[in-house]
């Protein structure tokens, strides 16, 4: 009797979960537009940070977010709205965090290889921000703040 | 062994074992966040592992290459491979595979080479990877592979573009 319960209660567990991750897979992610507006709203904010930023820096990495910008818009992106904040570190950081959870949802291979290249620009951009800020530019071996 | 399920006679999954062993493993799943074991056998499951193992292989022998070279630097970025290392064996147990051992050292020459090349195997091994949490795992070492490039950089401002 003892062993038909703990039976009955592994069963009833395991179907619950299954249940449960049924009902997680049938909340589908946004659609890429969504998640690649998320992207470009910050893309779009870093161009407008960096034209405070004087000399090569602002004007190389202004023009990349600028350029990353426009290959969203092409992509299809529908910008979310603006981030708050306007310091460039801050915003990158941002921008990693959102192109982070597109990459986890996007069903597009283009969508995705273009995130990517939002991800790795973000990341390398803030590593030169801190190294001009007399920083360490790789604090982290994960860029996205994560402890491992 | 008596079969478990009522009405369907001797099929091997109905086994009372497996039916025990399959609720179980979906209930420890859920309870550790990770994917579901039962997952592991379906070729979703084994391309991430494959993608998986090759990563860890290719952070294991830089980070060996860049220990052997020597330096700060370098020695830095043997430890974020390192770290990297960890972080991927964690999601490679989470799809029931074993990971690599350690194998020989890579020649890293400066590393610019071996770092882009690891750019791009993280991004092409993002079409291999089943779960979004192993995605953006994935992507987070990719950009820190990324930025090793502007560390190794004499400009930092000059390594932009080397990965794209």
Known sequence: MVGTTTRRGLLAAGGAVLLAGCGADAEPPPPDAELLGAVLAYERA???????VPGRVGRELGARADALATRLAAAGARPAAPPDGDEP??????????????????????????????MTASAQHAAILLDRAGRDPLETPFP????? | MTSFHPHKGPDPFWQRGEVLR??????????????APALAGQPAADRTADALVALVAR???????????????????AANCEAHVTALRSQL????????????????????????????????????????????TAATIMAGHAQHLVALAANPIDALGETS
């Open chain 2, 93 to 136: 147990e989470s799809v029931g595979r074993e990971p690599p051992r350690p194998g020989p050292a890579a020649e890293v020459g400066d590393g610019t080479a071996l770092e882009r090349d690891f750019v791009a195997a993280y991004r092409a091994a993002l079409g291999d990877l089943y779960d979004p949490a192993t995605k953006r």
């Open chain 1, 144 to 148: 996205d703040g994560r402890a491992t």
């Open chain 2, 22 to 35: 399959f609720a179980g493993a979906l209930a420890g799943a859920a309870l550790v966040g990770r994917p």
């Open chain 2, 59 to 77: 952070e294991y022998a830089a980070a060996a290459g860049y220990r052997a070279a020597g330096g700060e630097l370098f020695h830095r970025l």
């Open chain 1, 89 to 118: 570190l801050g915003l990158e950081r941002g921008c990693m965090a959102a192109t982070l959870t597109a990459i986890g949802l996007l069903r597009d291979a283009s969508a995705r290889d273009l995130a990517a290249d939002a």
């Open chain 1, 46 to 52: 870093l161009a407008s940070a960096y034209e405070r």
